[in-house]
């Protein structure tokens, strides 16, 4: 591609980051305004125009699967030989590199997780743990080693980060634990993920000679999602950098979503002041998405705005007019799945590939029910992105057959075809198997790879040139070496951290209820901020199709306790006055005071007064005590029994138990007699901790 195409595929203001070739730049933007784009042509750029050695540029992002597609974007611009990786692969790669030189003998094993080694160290000191305590405390342990925060400076690091502690451990045993864990780890000789990073830091810091090599090979770096760079990584790329200015940085404040892992967006606010002579740019087009996906995505930061919030960006749409989002509530989790199942079933009858299609939600452990009901639906799907592609055994003996299959294979044949033949005996066939199971999961794992090499074939011959089973071979490799699966047709699903940075034509946002989004672990106003962030997220990973549901309840036949996200207070569509018509009519009038009708502003105004008195008084977030929509149907209905309150929208079971009778006494009360100076009286403390 020519340099002239290069820049003619950029809008004025991302032309100029692409033009930016040296120096610090500064990319400050919402989503899908093109930032990945613009860096991605900047580097194309930079290395069509020989500004750059394709070899001496290194681009860092978030997920194995943002990086994969930033290679495959920069090849099909030109700048294959570009490295592009997370932190954490490139820093692996160098470690291993430079380990058997500097230190002698393999470096030490990676551990997939902490628990065994946290469960370990907990022993050892005597403490007790169990699989949350396991949980929670390799998150502190995480956090602690991101934010370089060492043992016996834990203490007081929680207390000024104003991080709320595990439930069941205090700060001293957290930091006596830190010290054991690492004890643990080097008698074994193994790693954790935050150990590479560190060790490789410490390599540079100290060797000079190591520092030396690593600086002339990468001359040119470039950040990607920098709102959510780490201590630990900004300090590893400090390193890198070595006192040179030659860093490009793109990120979104508003997208911030690791900050609860100790990530912060202060690196990319305060980009100018670490560089005062910083190029910044402000990108606002969003090309992502349909003006009715932009709408509300921009809501959802202005509607949860506080007085003194930096006020976010507003993205304004390019693309035209697309349907309108969808809105849906449902009885429990498995009818929300079987209507998510039976929606994207017409879309794709209509149309749409799967691998178009995302669901997206807050925790992992929402798949299950998802996974079952789209297997039931007969729709392929792939969990989190296919992280794990290349440890799946299907894919492991396929790429052994190809390797095989590699030398002898007939030139004359061509490869796509040969590729097919060679792939027979692990279960490809022209046509998948009828029915889900595992025997389709192999087959889709396998036609990913058949994908991939028409795919190969197809650019090669675009390029006048013919790709051979070689070349396939050399490209799985690569793949496999950066975690970078090739599409396999299925709907994917993921969770809303794992989807950063991604985009799909079809997006389903599930589980919008109070206590998942936000997570009921969110008990600090910044917590709470950092989950609006991710619907922020979810909303953007949307081009066209978008739709957002919630259930009542958990599982079928249980009950109806949960309250939709407050986060979609004011713009989920008039669902009361739709769900009171789509109740039996007579049934919810004998019910008499869940009924719609005129809100009774004094009321509402007491309702207010003691709400914001126990959000106070337990330093909570107003709405988690009760939420502004849950207050005035409060103040519609004026109930007087537990059981009247009860059918009151988004006052569940938990919250009537915790705050039914102080909420029936300020109903009862009356003007005047609810003494604003002691909110909440009626409410047992004891209450409190869920
Ligand atoms: P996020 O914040 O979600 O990471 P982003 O700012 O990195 O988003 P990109 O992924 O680079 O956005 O771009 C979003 C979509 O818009 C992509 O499909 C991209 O190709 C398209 N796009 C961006 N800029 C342009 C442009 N100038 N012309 C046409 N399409 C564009
Ligand atoms: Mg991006």
Redesign the pocket.
């Known amino acids: 591609m020519s340099a002239d195409a290069l820049l003619d595929?950029?809008?004025p203001e991302?032309r100029a980051v692409a033009t930016a070739l040296t120096g610090p730049v500064c990319v400050l933007?919402?989503?899908?305004?093109?930032?990945?784009?613009?860096i991605t042509h900047r580097i194309a750029y930079g290395v069509r125009t020989g500004v750059y050695a394709p070899g001496s540029v290194l681009a860092v992002t978030f997920t194995a699967r943002a990086a994969g597609e930033m290679r495959t974007r920069l090849r099909d611009l030109g700048a294959a030989g570009v490295q592009a990786r997370t932190f954490h692969a490139a820093a692996l790669r160098q470690l291993g590199f430079f380990w058997p030189k500097v230190v002698g003998g393999a470096p030490p094993r990676l551990l997939e997780h902490k628990a065994t080694a946290v469960a370990d160290a907990a022993r050892r000191l005597g403490v007790e743990v169990d699989r949350v305590g396991v949980r929670d405390l390799a998150a502190e342990i995480e956090w602690a080693k991101v934010s370089l925060v060492a043992a016996e400076d834990y203490e007081k690091a929680v207390a000024a980060a104003g991080r709320p502690l595990p439930e069941a451990y205090d700060a001293r045993t957290v930091a006596r634990l830190l010290t054991a864990y690492e004890d643990v780890k080097g008698e074994r000789h193994v790693m954790d993920f935050e150990d590479v990073l560190l060790l490789l830091s410490a390599m540079l810091a100290e060797r000079g000679d190591v520092a030396d090599q690593v600086r002339s090979q990468y001359r040119h770096f470039v950040v990607?999602?920098y709102q959510d760079v780490s201590p630990l990584q900004q300090h590893l790329l400090d390193q890198w950098l070595g006192g040179r200015r030659e860093l490009c940085v793109?990120g979104?404040p508003s997208?911030t979503i690791y900050s609860f892992a100790g990530a912060s967006p202060y690196h990319l606010l305060a980009f100018r002041r670490t560089y005062a002579d910083a190029e910044v740019v402000r990108?606002v087009r969003d090309?992502?998405s349909t003006p009715q996906v932009v709408a509300l995505a921009n809501r959802v930061l202005t509607v949860g705005r506080r007085p003194g919030d930096v006020p976010p960006l507003e993205l304004v749409a390019q693309r035209p007019d697309g349907p309108p989002v969808r809105y849906s509530v449902h009885d429990d989790d498995e009818a929300e799945a079987r209507g998510v199942a039976a929606r994207i079933a017409r879309l794709v009858a209509a149309g749409t590939r799967p691998s178009e299609i995302a669901v997206l939600y807050r925790t992992n452990g929402q798949s299950e029910v998802l996974e079952q009901a789209l297997a039931t639906a007969g729709i392929g799907y792939q969990v989190r992105g296919g992280d794990r592609f290349f440890a799946r055994r299907e894919v492991r003996d396929a790429i052994v057959l190809l390797r095989g299959g590699a030398r002898s294979a007939d030139p004359d044949v061509p490869m796509p075809e040969t590729v097919r033949s060679l792939l027979l005996p692990v279960g490809w066939a022209p046509q998948p198997p009828a029915a889900r199971g595992a025997a389709r999961e192999r087959w889709d794992l396998v036609q990913a790879l058949v994908a991939l090499a028409d795919e190969l074939a197809a650019k090669a011959t675009a390029g006048g040139t013919v790709a051979t089973v070689q070349d396939l071979v050399a490209e799985l490799d690569e793949r496999a070496a950066a975690q970078h699966a090739p599409t396999v047709e299925g709907v994917t699903l993921a969770s809303l951290h794992a989807a950063?940075?991604l985009?799909w034509d079809v997006v389903f946002l599930v589980g919008l209820s109070d206590g998942l989004l936000p997570i009921s672990l969110a008990d600090t106003d910044a917590a709470v901020a950092e989950e609006r962030r991710l619907l922020y997220v979810g909303v953007?990973?949307a081009r066209e199709h978008l739709e957002l549901s919630w259930a009542r309840s958990r599982t079928p036949g249980g009950r109806a306790n949960r309250s939709r996200t407050p986060f979609l207070a004011g713009i989920w569509p008039d669902d009361e006055a739709r769900r009171s018509r789509a109740l039996p009519g007579g049934d919810r009038r004998r019910t008499g005071p869940a009924a719609v009708g005129p809100v009774d502003e004094a009321l509402l105004a007491r309702l207010r007064t003691w709400r914001d008195g126990v959000a106070r008084e337990t330093s909570k977030p107003a709405f988690t005590v009760l939420t502004d929509a849950a207050l005035e149907a409060v103040a519609r209905a004026r109930p007087t029994t537990d059981r009247e309150l009860a059918l009151v929208d988004g006052v569940g079971a938990v919250k009537l138990r915790r705050w039914g009778s102080a909420v029936l006494a300020v109903v009862r009360d009356g003007p005047g007699r609810t003494d604003p100076d002691r909110p909440g009286r009626e409410i047992r403390l004891g209450t409190f901790s869920t």
């Not at 933007?29 to 990945?36: C, I, R, S």
């Open positions: 595929a950029l809008d991302q933007a919402g989503a899908g305004t093109g930032k990945t784009r613009a990607d999602e793109v979104d997208q990108l090309y992502r950063k940075g985009e953007t990973r």
